[in-house]
């Protein structure tokens, strides 16, 4: 069965750390950009972080500069996003999804995500 499977989600305080991993499984996740998504309740899907196939390349939301990570990892087909200094507006379901290139609008696989609850 060809999907993607996120974990790693859970509850933290603000200011707290979280790494969330995106699995592939019946695919390989290498030759595909894999970006990572959010969705909080009451509001439109945004996106978070994106690592492209090609070159390694990184792009990120101007809320996730400084504080979100995203990694490669092609030997264990996963991809990570690592998050610190976690707010409470970072609340939301995360979801990775992958597509040929990070600026596509066409998504080849998504994951059913992981939720990330920051509170105190």
């Known amino acids: 069965q060809l999907q993607l499977v996120e974990s790693g989600g859970g509850l933290v305080q603000p200011g707290g750390s979280l790494s969330l991993s995106c699995a592939a499984s019946g695919f390989t996740l290498d030759s595909y950009a894999i970006a990572w998504f959010r969705q909080a309740p009451g509001k439109d899907r945004e996106g978070v972080s994106c690592i492209s196939a090609s070159d390694g390349r990184a792009y990120e939301g101007d809320f996730a500069k400084g504080r979100f990570t995203i990694l490669r990892d092609n030997a264990k087909n996963t991809v990570y996003l690592k998050m610190n200094n976690l707010r409470p507006d970072d609340t939301g379901v995360y979801l990775c999804?992958?597509?040929?290139?990070?600026?596509?609008?066409?998504?080849?696989?998504w994951g059913k995500g992981t939720l990330v609850t920051v509170s105190s």
């Open positions: 999804a992958a597509a040929p290139y990070c600026l596509s609008r066409v998504k080849t696989y």
